[in-house]
Nanobody, 124 residues
Framework: VQLQASGGGLVQPGGSLRLSCAAS????????MGWFRQAPGKEREFVSA???????YYGDSMKGRFTISRDNDKNLVTMQMNSLEVEDTAVYYC???????????????????WGQGTLVTVSS
């Protein structure tokens, strides 16, 4: 079982990035898929998640700026991030949870599988 996150990089404030999470060794169809982030010196933070039926959920500061989607045929989850702010700088991790419904979907400790993380740096 593996989750491979990609798409991070350096972007100026106001810019955009698209993160991808490719799953292998299992099919994501019935999983809840999530993105979490951790900035230096800070605790891990919920970013977004999508339930098995495609319903998206977002952290408060991400609403209206980030969009999560899933492509079960490609075993892929993506997150479009727009209007990036310096405060969005962090390592972003994708995660998978066997329980695919929305219950506590923002609770990182409930996720069984984690990717290695991709660094997003927002700076001028």
């Amino acid at each position: 079982v593996q989750l491979q996150a990609s798409g991070g990089g350096l972007v100026q404030p106001g810019g955009s990035l698209r993160l991808s999470c490719a799953a292998s060794g299992f099919t994501v169809d019935h999983f809840a898929m999530g993105w979490f982030r951790q900035a230096p010196g800070k605790e891990r933070e919920f970013v977004s998640a999508i339930s098995w039926n495609g319903t998206p959920y977002y952290g408060d500061s991400m609403k209206g700026r980030f969009t999560i989607s899933r492509d079960n045929d490609k075993n892929l989850v993506t997150m479009q991030m727009n209007s990036l702010e310096v405060e969005d700088t962090a390592v972003y991790y994708c995660a998978a949870r066997k329980y695919g419904a929305a219950w506590y979907i923002d609770k990182g400790s409930d996720y069984e599988y984690w990717g290695q993380g991709t660094l997003v740096t927002v700076s001028s």
